[in-house]
T-cell receptor, first 113, second 116 residues
C-alpha cells in the first residue's frame, strides 16, 4: 500500500524566512514524488516532481530514499507562496498502479509580511 | 480556456437524490481520473479511464457510484441515492499516456457536492 504523510497541517513563517514543508512516504517499490500547490480560489496544479530536479518559484525538493522523504524547501519565503501544498506519490513499478496519485493531507503555508 | 472543465461547480441535493457531474478533459489527453476530496484531506483516487475503458475503481467507489467515458472524451460521474457522507469536492484530472513515464495530471476546478 502507498501512503504519504505530511505531519504539519499548518505552517506559518515570516517573509524572507526559510521554509520547509515535510513529506514522508511509504511504498515498497520505486516511487515518483510530486508537490502540488493550490492557491486561494485556484485549481490544484503541479509545482514540481523529483524526476525533473528543477527549482520552481525558488522551491526545491530532493527525494531521500533512505529516509523516505521528499521535503519541499525554499530559502526565502514570499507572501505569494501562501497556499495549500500537497505531496503526492505515484508508483513506478509494474506491480503497482502506475497512474494514480496518492496524496498527503496537505500543509497550509502562510507567509506573513 | 483550454484546461480541464467541470460542471456544475456546485451542487446541493437532498439525501436520496441522484446527481451527475461532468468532466471535459484537455482535448488531446486520453487518460482521465476522478478524485474525491473531503474537508481536511488530500484528494483520494476514485477511478481512472484510458480512452473509453475504465481500468480501475477504488474501493471508495461504492455500488452507488458509476462513471462513464463513452467516446473517450468527456466523462460523467453519477451518484445514486446520495448520502450525507458523499458531501465532498469531486475533482477530475486528465493526462497524456506515457508508458512508465508519468505525464502531468491537470486538474479541473472541481464540483462541490453538498448533500442535505
Amino acid at each position: 500500500a502507498q501512503r504519504v504523510t505530511q505531519p504539519e497541517k499548518l505552517l506559518s513563517v515570516f517573509k524572507g524566512a526559510p521554509v520547509e514543508l515535510k513529506c514522508n512516504y511509504s511504498y515498497s517499490g520505486s516511487p515518483e514524488l510530486f508537490w502540488y500547490v493550490q492557491y486561494s480560489r485556484q485549481r490544484l496544479q503541479l509545482l514540481l516532481r523529483h524526476i525533473s530536479r528543477e527549482s520552481i518559484k525558488g522551491f526545491t525538493a530532493d527525494l531521500n530514499k533512505g529516509e523516505t522523504s521528499f521535503h519541499l524547501k525554499k530559502p526565502f519565503a514570499q507572501e505569494e507562496d501562501s497556499a495549500m501544498y500537497y505531496c503526492a506519490l505515484r508508483a513506478l513499478n509494474s506491480g503497482g498502479s502506475n497512474y494514480k496519485l496518492t496524496f498527503g493531507k496537505g500543509t497550509l503555508l502562510t507567509v506573513n509580511p | 480556456d483550454t484546461g480541464v472543465s467541470q460542471n456544475p461547480r456546485h451542487k446541493i441535493t437532498k439525501r436520496g437524490q441522484n446527481v451527475t457531474f461532468r468532466c471535459d478533459p484537455i482535448s488531446e489527453h486520453n487518460r482521465l481520473y476522478w478524485y474525491r476530496q473531503t474537508l481536511g484531506q488530500g484528494p483520494e483516487f476514485l477511478t481512472y479511464f484510458q480512452n473509453e475503458a475504465q481500468l480501475e475503481k477504488s474501493r471508495l467507489l461504492s455500488d452507488r457510484f458509476s462513471a462513464e467515458r463513452p467516446k473517450g472524451s468527456f466523462s460523467t460521474l453519477e451518484i445514486q441515492r446520495t448520502e450525507q457522507g458523499d458531501s465532498a469536492m469531486y475533482l477530475c484530472a486528465s493526462s497524456q499516456q506515457g508508458g512508465s513515464y508519468s505525464y502531468e495530471q491537470y486538474f479541473g476546478p472541481g464540483t462541490r457536492l453538498t448533500v442535505t
